[in-house]
């Protein structure tokens, strides 16, 4: 199994921040890294799909970056509504494995 | 529109059996692999297996082989997620969501149910 291990565990920041979120794999992915926000009592919704695209109708403030085993997911300018868990997921096995999420607290 | 309707919220005794679903429309139901994401309280986001429904292709993590079983009725477009005997430990949030695929050739979980809550007590 690919483990997947995302730092921090948790965060604070202010509006108008800018956030990175790390991700590292056990092994090689290639790009098969996508990330995802879920919001308390919501499902998840995708971000970010083979390590740096955008998915449709996701705010250009979101951004990912890197390949093999380092990822970063970087918010430009936080925004009230972002203020969530984030995860990263391999894809480069089937079915694939989630890191354990971030959570982005209001300072 | 494509959508993901599973069931709702289910409370069992320890034991039993249980069967819920997620009823896709929106797309063609065979050519898409879904996935079962369980998220227990509090706690992230798992994959538990993934199907697909155009030949019932099944692939377990490992942590669930054994544990529960994934079907798909391509008649009515609908997967299952199906538990013989449930413990308290099965207590959790679990969505259905679909797998994507982008030109590239990346994988992804592009759409995703709302979720069923199963409540596992005696």
């Known amino acids: 199994d690919i483990q997947m291990t995302q730092s921090p565990s948790s965060l604070s920041a202010s509006v108008g921040d800018r956030v990175t979120i790390a991700c590292r794999a056990s092994?090689?992915?290639?790009?098969?890294l996508n990330w995802y926000q879920q919001k308390p009592g919501k499902a998840p919704k995708l971000l970010i799909y083979?390590?740096?695209s955008l998915q449709s109708g996701v705010p250009s403030r979101f951004s990912g970056s890197g390949s093999g085993t380092d990822f970063t997911l970087t918010i430009s300018s936080l925004q009230p509504e972002d203020f969530a868990t984030y995860y990263c997921q391999q894809s480069y096995t089937t079915p694939g494995t989630f890191g354990q999420g971030t959570k982005v607290e209001i300072k | 529109e494509v959508q993901l309707v599973q069931s709702g919220a289910e409370v069992k005794k320890p034991g039993e059996s249980l069967k819920i679903s997620c009823k896709v429309s929106?797309?063609?139901?065979?050519?898409?692999?879904i996935g079962w994401v369980r998220q227990m309280p509090g706690k992230g986001l798992e994959l538990m297996g993934i199907i697909y429904p155009g030949d019932s292709d099944t692939i377990y993590s490992p942590s669930f082989q054994g544990q529960v079983t994934i079907s798909a009725d391509k008649s009515i477009s609908t997967a299952y997620l199906q538990w013989s005997s449930l413990e308290a430990s099965d207590t959790a949030m679990y969505y259905c969501?679909?797998?994507?695929?982008?030109?590239?050739?990346?994988?992804?979980?592009?759409?995703w149910g709302k979720g069923t809550t199963v409540t596992v007590s005696s």
């Open positions: 969501a679909r797998r994507g695929s982008s030109s590239s050739g990346y994988y992804h979980m592009d759409v």
């Open positions: 092994q090689s992915l290639s790009s098969f």
């Open positions: 929106g797309y063609r139901f065979t050519s898409y692999w």
């Open positions: 083979g390590a740096s």
